[in-house]
């Protein structure tokens, strides 16, 4: 199943068509897209038992963000060999960096992105999960239980700010507005033949800076839920940042940065794509 945030109404994907399932289910789902998942288990039966047909033709550039107001949003930072190598540090081991992405950051798919003034703005293609049920102590061979589903996202970071003072300011300088796009939709993962084992790419005006698969990650999706469940339970609609593969403009030689007027294009395998234009 996939569904999405369409015009802030929560919505079902089937094929080219939205059905709105505030008005499918009788009211008995709310609207909100977030407040789907703190019922997800419920919401998954009605839709098994329910047909759904109908629905309106949309446009990608009516869709929000699959979970637009977690409670908690994490963000994995080193979480493939080669992306650790070329940023320079060595490969995390037990447990990899953990910050955060503010939620205002967050928004759909199709999105115009103003560049910090005096940045030096890169791109970051990543699967994201949401949770689905809640997650404390979880083991990996239960986690994928707790998972709602998938989507793609972008973990755009403005480096300047990110290397400033004696620590890296690693998640405010990852949280402008408009810095944490996702979706299209969120997949839900028995829709994958193999979830653990996605392609990631990522193209600048059309030329190739990244491509990974997700077997690649350092910590699976699962050893990450189990990691972080065994720290602090994770909440229904909670959004999780899972790290980027090599390819980054911090990491050319030379450094590569986003200008005005480019075109960032993200894509996970079986999910889709996400469109960014930047402006100064």
């Known amino acids: 199943m996939r569904i999405a945030n369409l015009s802030g109404r929560l919505a079902v994907i089937a094929e080219d068509r939205a059905i709105d399932v505030h008005a499918a289910s009788g009211g008995l789902f709310s609207a909100d897209p977030q407040a789907v998942y703190s019922r997800w288990a419920e919401f998954r039966a009605w839709a098994a038992r329910t047909v759904l047909t109908g629905g309106t033709p949309f446009a990608a550039d009516d869709l929000g963000a699959p979970a637009p107001a977690p409670r908690q949003l994490f963000a994995i930072g080193l979480n493939y060999r080669d992306h650790a190598a070329e940023a320079g540090f060595t490969t995390p081991e037990g447990m990899p960096p953990v910050f955060t992405k503010y939620a205002t950051a967050l928004t759909g798919p199709v999105t115009e992105v103003a560049l910090p003034p005096g940045g030096h703005t890169d791109w970051e293609v990543e699967l994201v999960v949401v949770v689905g049920r809640e997650a404390h102590h979880v083991s990996e061979a239960d986690a994928w239980s707790h998972v709602a589903g998938l989507t793609a996202g972008q973990d755009i970071s403005e480096r300047v700010l990110q290397m400033q003072g004696p620590a890296p300011q690693f998640s405010l300088a990852k949280s402008y507005p408009g810095f944490a796009p996702t979706g299209p ?93 930047f402006i100064g």
């Not at 609609?237 to 005005?260: E, I």
């Open 185 to 277: 939709w969120l997949v839900t993962p028995d829709e994958f033949d193999d979830p653990d084992d996605l392609e990631l790419t990522c193209s600048v005006n059309g030329e190739e800076v990244q491509r990974g698969r997700t077997r690649q990650l350092i910590f699976s999706v699962p050893a990450l839920i189990a990691k972080l469940s065994g720290i602090l339970p994770l909440l229904p609609g909670d959004v999780l940042f899972t790290g980027t593969p090599a390819g980054v403009g911090f990491g050319r030689t030379p450094q590569r940065r986003l200008a005005p007027g480019d075109e960032l294009v993200s894509s996970v395998s079986g999910i889709g794509e996400l469109r960014q234009r």
